[in-house]
């Protein structure tokens, strides 16, 4: 599964680092990073985390992130 | 009926079990002034400005009935930072967080995911054969004070102890006009005191041997912010108890009620338990544990939808009402495991937004997975249930149900 994140839309509550600390990260207070190619044992994670997120800035998905760069 | 009653009537215990038809009423209105003065906001766009907006103040002390609402507490007693407003609200929030998730400590809260499975299947496991269940009682009441008190440190043979505390502190908190609240008020503030207490002493022995819990780490945190004192560590570790207690309880129960009365959703989770995350986020919308915000302040003249809410009066948001707003939900009223774009207030929002939420979502996740797993098929013994008096905190007292004959 791939994941990415709106940067744009994200506003940094952090509700996916608590979720998925291994996928996405925080620095600082307001920086989020995250892995977009998720491995197999985080996939319960991310779509926790998908749903946790508050302005649904997360997309996760075979297809997340194709051809968008 | 007028407008200036709805208070009293969202209040009124015959309305527990369906409140959502005088939300829609003050909806209609926006903002409603009470006949006592307060201000009831229902409406989503409102309530989150409101929730967003510096000039409003969660410390009751800048109200203009503060002496009134404070009487019989320590004004010298450290107050917790739900009931603070920054920069002290962000400098203890921000200490305690350090030790809670990240950016310091971005592993605590998933590393609890095998206790909260633990902790949920014992409890399901103690279910056993029987055939009637009160879903309250038998498995959603025991289980967050279990997974708080795992997370601070406290020992298992003091959690009876801390739970008894912890449901007088929350009695404490529900004011329905018609009883006489003098009493349950003096036994909260007992309660609450014994608990910081404990927690105080607690604190001090993991001061000189920390145990690796979030008590020993917040009791010797040296960050850039300093370290909480005594009073700050005993507020604070009390306040962390207290809001995710019943809170939890309560989501937890909704969770079997609305699946109870929509055996679709029941059975599609039933089939595809990739859907609990968005689902649980559904029943922070549909039916939130917190109702309202009771505690708000405005700390100038506010203008609200047109109406002016004085400096110093009770502004109450309806938190419940503005989740059903269908100026921000498609079909409001509809219970949809799978609702997109779902920003509801179910844990607030702006600066006091929920510490607990990501705590709160997992263990209700995992509650309602390992219970649906274990019931087989189920129905619903009473519905309407027996509701609990609190209209803040609003949940069912008991939810019998009887396995056999439901869905799945
Ligand atoms: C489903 C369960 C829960 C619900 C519905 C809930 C709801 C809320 C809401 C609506 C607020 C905002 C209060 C305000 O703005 O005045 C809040 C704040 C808070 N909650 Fe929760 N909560 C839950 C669970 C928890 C848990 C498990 C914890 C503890 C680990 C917790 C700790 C807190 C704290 C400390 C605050 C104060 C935040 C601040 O003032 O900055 N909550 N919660
Ligand atoms: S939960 Fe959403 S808004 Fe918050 S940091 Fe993650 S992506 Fe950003």
């Given at each position: 599964m791939r994941v990415v994140v709106d940067l744009n839309r994200?506003?940094?509550?952090?509700?996916?680092?608590?979720?998925?600390?291994?996928?996405?990260?925080?620095?600082?207070?307001?920086?989020?990073l995250y892995t977009p190619a998720v491995p197999n044992d985080q996939r319960e994670r991310v779509l926790q985390a998908v749903a946790a997120c508050p302005v649904q800035a997360i997309t996760a998905g075979e297809q997340a992130g194709a051809g968008e760069l | 009926m007028s407008t200036d009653t709805l208070f009293r009537r969202i209040t009124d215990y015959a309305n527990r079990p369906d409140p959502y038809p005088l939300y829609?009423?003050?909806?209609?209105?926006?903002?409603?002034?009470?006949?006592?003065g307060a201000f009831l906001v229902g409406t989503y766009d409102e309530i989150t400005a409101l929730l967003h907006d510096p000039r409003v103040s969660s410390d009751v002390r800048n109200r203009d009935d503060a002496e009134e609402l404070l009487a019989g507490e320590d004004p010298a007693a450290p107050r917790s930072f739900i009931a603070l407003d920054d920069p002290e609200h962000d400098r203890l929030r921000r200490?305690?967080?350090?030790?809670?998730?990240?950016?310091?400590?971005?592993?605590?809260?998933?590393?609890?995911?095998?206790d909260i499975t633990a902790i949920a299947e014992d409890l399901a496991r103690g279910l056993g054969e029987k055939q009637h269940i009160d879903i309250v009682d038998d498995f959603a009441f025991p289980l967050p004070v279990a997974v708080i008190c795992r997370l601070l440190g406290v020992p298992g043979e003091d959690v009876p102890q801390v739970?008894?505390?912890?449901?007088?502190v929350v009695a404490g908190l529900d004011f329905s006009p018609e009883e006489e609240p003098a009493e349950?008020?003096?036994?909260?503030?007992?309660?609450r005191q014994a608990m910081g207490v404990y927690l105080g002493e607690l604190a001090r022995t993991r001061r000189e041997r920390p145990t690796g819990d979030l008590l020993s780490q917040l009791a010797n945190e040296d960050g850039p912010d300093g370290r909480l004192t005594d009073g700050e560590l005993m507020s604070t570790a009390t306040l962390l108890l207290i809001a995710g207690h019943e809170t939890t309880v309560n989501l937890i129960t909704n969770g079997v009620l609305t699946l109870g009365r929509h055996p679709e959703a029941l059975?599609?989770?039933?089939?595809?338990?990739?859907?609990?995350?968005?689902?649980?986020?559904?029943l922070l919308r549909f039916e939130p544990p917190v109702q309202f915000l009771p505690q708000r302040t405005p700390l100038a003249d506010i203008e609200v939808a047109g109406v002016t809410v004085p400096k110093g009066a009770p502004l109450i948001l309806v938190l419940a009402s503005g989740n059903r707003d269908p100026l921000r939900f498609p079909e409001p009223d509809r219970f949809r495991p799978d609702r997109e774009d779902n920003q509801h207030l179910g844990f607030g929002s702006g600066v006091h937004s929920c510490f607990g939420a990501p705590l709160a979502r997992l263990e209700t996740q995992i509650a309602l997975t390992v219970l649906l797993r274990r019931l087989g098929s189920w129905r619903l013994l009473a519905d309407p249930p027996?509701?609990?008096?609190?209209?803040?905190l609003r949940g069912p007292r008991h939810l019998p149900v009887e396995r056999g004959g439901g869905v799945s």
């Open positions: 994200c506003q940094g509550y952090a509700q996916c680092a608590f979720l998925a600390p291994r996928v996405f990260e925080l620095h600082g207070e307001e920086a989020l | 829609a009423e003050l909806r209609e209105h926006g903002v409603a002034r009470q006949e006592d200490l305690a967080m350090r030790r809670f998730g990240p950016p310091h400590t971005p592993g605590r809260i998933d590393a609890l995911r095998q739970h008894e505390w912890a449901d007088a349950r008020r003096r036994t909260a503030l007992q309660a059975q599609r989770l039933c089939d595809d338990p990739e859907l609990m995350p968005r689902a649980v986020e559904e027996e509701y609990r008096r609190s209209p803040v």
